[in-house]
């Protein structure tokens, strides 16, 4: 096929849950910015309601999606089914130049699977993370959505060294480094004029930060509640400021977990605490990390934008996908033992009464410019297809 005079190349980006809203805007604004590049929206529908979707688009600066699918909630299987047949659907009546797809959900591997059998040219960005752990349905999404992608691009060392052994060819992986960091580093100035902590009456490292939603973590009933008594545990020296995912706010509901206290929106903590609250808006909650003492997880993405802020992060889990966090950053690795969790947290604190600040390095190529490196690459790739 001859190059066309003023061809624009149309790309059709994914997003679906919020971490792929966060990962997707700075890539969204780069292609803009190029003229011979048209980048088109698809919102599945993953992540629907307002806290979920709509205030990311808004906060983020995204536009409104060109095509919304509107797949909703639903097991694993018929999401990811719905999904392929709505996308399906788009591509053949507005057929793109490429697919980009982001992270690990379901939506990147239901878009990544229709570009696939369409023959059309695909791209995962934040491509190589591996955890091991095959009973996450996240780590199934990344093996299958690399194994068929054209190009794939990394956030840090592990990615590039899990492709090489998985056989992938060196001239289809690009280090890039963390496009998750590029919506960081543009939010942060304005992320710390949130005044959620102020309402609340917290002071600047003088809580921490709570998130659970893995199903490892909050499904059974008695794991659930070992951990919740062991935040319960720290918060009676250091206060727990608890956004819920919807998710686990049934589990706890189901589970009948007393003590644990709400929050309305409007008055202040009084006292020591874990102190639950809805999902927190991008801002808010890059807000309440940067000024927390410690942060204790169960996500991903979390683990990245704590070691960028030099916050202390127990990640509650087995294993991490991420660890660039542990060895550049300020992640450690606490396993799903209660008991693990509070002697970390305890050195947490011991070490802040000392004035003892965790050392810590950003990690290469965090730098916020992962998105000009990616979109330059893109559009590369797409001109020498449109020369063969």
Known sequence: MKTELNKKYRIMNIVGARPNMVKMAPLMRAMKRIPEL?????????????????????????????????????SQHDQTAEIIKRFG????????????????????IACSLVAAKERIPLAHVEAGLRSGDRTMPEEINRLLTDSISDLLFTTEESGNANLRREGVPANKVFFVGNIMIDSLVQSIKTARE????????????????????????VDDVDKL???????????????????????????IAAAGIEDMHSWDGKRAIQGNGVWMMGPATYLDFLGIVDGAALVITDSGGIQEESTFMGVPCLTFRDNTERPATIEHGTNILVGTDPAALLYHAA??????????????????????????????????????LSKS
Do not use: C
């Open 38 to 74: 048209d980048p088109v929206l698809v919102h599945t529908g993953q992540h629907y309601d307002y806290l979920m979707s709509q205030v990311f688009f808004e906060q983020l600066g995204m536009p409104a999606p060109n095509y919304n699918l509107e797949v909703g909630s639903g």
């Open 89 to 108: 659907e788009v591509v053949r009546k507005d057929r793109p130049d490429m697919v980009v797809v982001v992270g690990d959900v379901n939506s990147t």
């Open 194 to 217: 949130s005044e959620l902590a102020v309402n609340l009456a917290l002071r600047r490292r003088g809580y921490g930060v709570l998130t659970l939603h893995r199903p490892a973590n």
């Open 225 to 251: 509640r070992a951990v919740l008594l062991a935040v319960k545990e720290i918060a009676r020296e250091l206060p727990i400021l608890f956004p819920v995912h919807p998710r686990t706010q049934a589990r």
């Open 347 to 384: 050195e947490v604190r011991r070490k802040m009464k000392l004035g003892q600040r965790s050392e810590y390095r950003i990690p290469p190529l965090w730098d916020g410019h992962a998105a000009e490196r990616i979109v330059e690459q893109l559009h590369r790739h797409l001109i020498e």
